[in-house]
């Protein structure tokens, strides 16, 4: 029998969570579930900043002031989305640090197809689309610098703290959503026909991400774009980047061994683009 909306399973619960969970890092350790928080990648910062080690898993039901990119609030109404954010100390440049978005899209990604077996897009550099609508994103934040960890007092030198926000929808009421982001927006629910299990989600994520996150660790940066390309819904399109005041027109020709995006534009120069908000250009006027 169908669940309702917002039923039993779409509610975070740390003790279902656990047997699903197959990490030896990320939430193994230290994983935390908020009833309602800010934001849980404001907590999982402050927790960085004390020193923690990577793997640091936080949960919320709701969040009241949850984060998107480019000072976008991201709606997190309660147990109507996954809320969770994990930290991470990579050994990464800042050059590749859009690695570790490919990443958690691809990772995310795979989560979605293992839980409610359906396919996943990725729209450079972090949106999960199906259709041509967003059913998730990802924010990837630098936290604090190594300096600061390594002057703490009987702290071990630590690389830099790495936040990744994962944000990604179940089961919204469209009439709650402001009206220009309804064509935008879609959910897993809706998707999936019944309530997804949220708590399996969840672990299928922790599970393809540490996997993912090996990956990275061991230096396979061509691999894990390469599992992006697979996916990307970007690449061969016309794009528009808004990158502040600037508006770069052209064609997504490929992805770098950093992540980065390179761009056609239309008088034959390429750009490369390390982030920014890229907004694809389709004949139907669709988001992606
Ligand atoms: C985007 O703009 O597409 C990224 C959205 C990321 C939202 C998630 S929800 C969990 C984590 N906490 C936040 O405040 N933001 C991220």
Redo the contacts with the bound molecule.
Sequence with gaps: MGESVNGARARLDLERIEPSLTTYVIGRFDRRLFDETD????RVAEIAAAGAPEGVLVLARK?M??????G?T?V?PIDSGI???VLLRPQLTLNDLPLISLMTGVACAEAIERVCNIQIGLKWV??LVVSGR?VG???VEMSGSAQAVATMAHAPVLPPAVVV???LNLNFQEASLPEELRPRVEWLDRLCGKSVDANLLVAEVCNCLESHYSDLRHGLKEVVVERWKTRSVTLGREVRVELGQQLIRGTAVDIGSSGALRVLQEDGTEVTLYGGEVSLRLDDGSYA
Excluded: V
């Design positions: 934001s849980t990648s404001t969040q002031a949850g984060r998107g990119r480019q976008r991201w997190s809320y969770m954010s972090n949106d967003k994103g990802i924010l926000g994962i944000g």
